[in-house]
């Protein structure tokens, strides 16, 4: 009988004799895939090759576990039969808690072997574990209530209200704040300085470019401002700089429709500041070009989901979000419609609109991309002035309750270009264009650490000569170092 190859969730072993290295295969499967299998009495090609079972045999299995990994696991281990007379044993086991120890020492599972972590990996899964659970948004700032735009508060408190989502009448900023969770003795968490101050550090990014290559700027805009505020303007952005069609519906009317359904691109826009990665240094950034608009977000996927999963609604909606107390509270104004709905929402609103849209992972976070449609033949596909400037009153947010108006919001278009040598970045985050196999080798480094062009290779399914000439290109754009004289030589993705 055989059971299957081995892989990065499987491990096989032909007795107990191999009981140590079998578990440390369990801390290592844990740390990549949070669950897998470990097999006794099976060959390494899958051959069940059997062994003596006994009640102690098992209970030896579940001791050594629980005094050798860290964090506690609580593994199924069961005796099976092959059916020829031949007993084996398999260890089913889950966990969460990454990073895991086994015997104090932290490995990570790459094919069928277990590597060792490095310290910059430990450290970054404890920091992901930490902040699963003390979610960023939900911890407490050193910014005192009183720094909040009290209007900005009132009008989130009247729009749930309406919404039938919040019951409680506004009387002061800290007694609406403390009903909202979202500040506690004088003090509010995260979530409320990025929904109802303007903090620093947190920024919006706004560009029109002539062409793909980012080089040749025809505007753009940087913007500080809270959560409310940043999304009508980016939305109202996007808006002016589109095309649209005047359909007439009937004498002396007619219906305005943009490229890219509004409510799609403020969906987008919505979803973006509300899952995005809060403690990295990058902005949301809207990029508009001749054929597309951009979106992207400073956060990866949560984790273990996959694009497929957040297009199909197949993800536990509220649990994988990075910023539950932002999105809860979103949800009350009804701002956001259902919690982990928004990718459906849009797919939805582009595909009755027969606009092709992609969601899609980079090296620095993700990125929602719309695709303009072709409906002037003759057009050549870039923004033109003339329709770039829709007045406030029919495709804009009022600028009493959404913030500064357009001619005191960005710097210049001539400071702001990234010259054609600098590897393709872009002028503003300096997120630069990669190909399928840069981004996959890019994210194996990210995962592995250090890694060889050989393993790099193997990754991504290139030729020697490929990978060679693929490094050269992530080196020229500063996301990866390499290290170590030819023969020794390796490769670490840069931070």
């Known amino acids: 009988m055989n059971i299957g190859m081995e892989s990065e969730t499987v491990e096989h072993k032909k007795s107990t004799s191999e009981l140590k290295e079998g578990v440390s295969s369990i801390a290592a499967i844990l740390n990549k895939h949070k669950a897998g299998e470990l097999y006794f009495g099976v060959k390494n090609n899958g051959d069940v090759c ?11 299995i579940s001791q050594t576990i629980a005094h050798s990994i860290e964090p506690k696991i609580h593994p199924v281990i069961e005796k099976l039969s092959d059916g020829e007379g031949r007993d084996y044993i398999r260890v089913s086991f889950s966990g969460d808690s990454a990073p895991y120890s086994c015997k104090g020492v932290f490995r990570i599972r790459v ?7 490095s310290p910059l990996e430990v450290r970054r899964a ?10 960023w948004d939900q911890q407490l700032s050193n910014t005192p209530v009183d720094s909040i735009r009290e209007n900005v508060l009132k009008d989130y408190i009247s729009r749930g209200r309406s919404s039938g989502r919040i019951s409680f009448d506004y009387e002061d900023p800290e007694d609406a704040l403390a009903r909202l969770e979202l500040a506690e003795g004088g003090l509010l968490t995260n979530a409320a300085c990025v929904l109802f101050c303007k903090p620093d550090d947190i920024m919006l990014k706004m560009a029109v470019f002539a062409t793909d290559a980012r080089i040749n700027i025809l505007d753009m805009h940087q913007e500080q401002e809270d959560l409310f505020t940043m999304a009508a303007m980016a ?4 808006m002016r700089n589109l095309k649209w069609r005047f359909i007439i519906t009937g004498e002396m009317q007619r219906t305005e429709v943009p490229e890219i359904p509004r409510a799609a691109i403020k969906e987008a826009l919505l979803n973006a500041f509300c899952h995005r990665d809060y403690t990295s240094p990058l902005a949301v950034q809207v990029d508009i070009f001749g054929d597309k608009v951009e979106v992207f977000n400073p956060g990866w996927f949560p984790e273990g989901i996959t694009p497929e999963e957040l297009l199909a609604g197949t993800t536990p909606p509220l649990s994988k979000s990075p910023n539950r107390l932002i999105s809860r509270t979103l949800y009350r104004s009804r701002d956001i419609e259902s919690y982990g709905t928004g990718i459906q929402r849009i797919k939805a609103l582009c595909s ?3 606009i092709r849209f992609e969601y899609a992972r980079v090296p620095q976070g993700t990125i929602l991309r719309f695709y303009r449609p072709n409906w002037f033949e003759n057009d050549n596909g870039g923004a033109s002035a003339d329709n770039r400037g829709a007045s406030a009153d029919n495709r804009g947010a009022s600028a009493d309750n959404r913030g500064a108006s357009a001619d005191n919001r960005g710097a210049s278009a001539d400071n702001g270009g990234a010259s054609a040598d600098n590897g393709g970045a872009s002028a503003d985050n300096g997120i630069p264009l990669l190909l399928e196999t840069e981004a996959a080798a890019y994210h ?8 060889t062009s050989e393993q790099i290779s193997q990754a991504t399914g290139l030729s020697r000569r490929g990978t060679t000439q693929m490094l050269r290109r992530l080196i020229a754009k500063d996301l990866v170092v390499a290290e170590g004289g030819n023969r020794n030589r390796t490769y670490r993705a840069k931070q």
């Open 50 to 60: 059997g062994m003596q079972v006994a009640d102690t045999t098992l209970r030896e």
């Open 111 to 117: 094919s069928d072997e277990d590597v060792l972590m």
């Open 126 to 135: 404890a920091a992901r574990a930490y902040n699963i659970e003390h979610p």
């Open 235 to 238: 939305e109202n952005y996007v």
């Open 352 to 354: 009755e609109a027969d």
């Open 444 to 451: 194996f480094m990210l995962e592995h650490g250090m890694a």
